[in-house]
Nanobody
């Protein structure tokens, strides 16, 4: 099993910055691609950014140029640096890990961290 714990959320004014962290523990050998998703009230969960085990990244158009995803393999930690935050970035942010071929085919999710951006 893999456990994911997010941290770093909070309240910030528009134009501000936050850095989210997602610490992985347990059978981390089971983790391949990791990603950040977010879900705003009344909306579906959406992909924000992802990063493969080879450090290839993919970022949603809505946050491109403002958000940066990164990964520290030694610390088993995923990050999301969020700059120039906008009120529409307000959401619960979730960390997700895809399973590697070595492990059962079940996605892993964190519990989420709230980000609130005020205008």
């Amino acid at each position: 099993q893999v456990q994911l714990v997010e941290s770093g959320g909070g309240s910030v004014q528009a134009g501000g910055s936050l850095r989210l962290s997602c610490a992985a523990s347990g059978h981390t050998i089971c983790i391949s691609t990791m990603a950040w998703y977010r879900q705003a009230p009344g909306k579906e969960r959406e992909l924000v950014a992802s990063i493969t085990s080879g450090n290839y990244t993919n970022t949603a158009d809505s946050v491109k140029g403002r958000f940066t995803i990164s990964r520290d393999f030694a610390k088993n930690t995923l990050y999301l640096q969020m700059n120039s935050l906008k009120p529409e970035d307000t959401a619960v942010y979730y960390c997700k890990a895809d399973p590697s071929v070595l492990c059962p085919p079940s996605d892993y999710w964190g519990q989420g961290t709230q980000v609130t951006v005020s205008s």
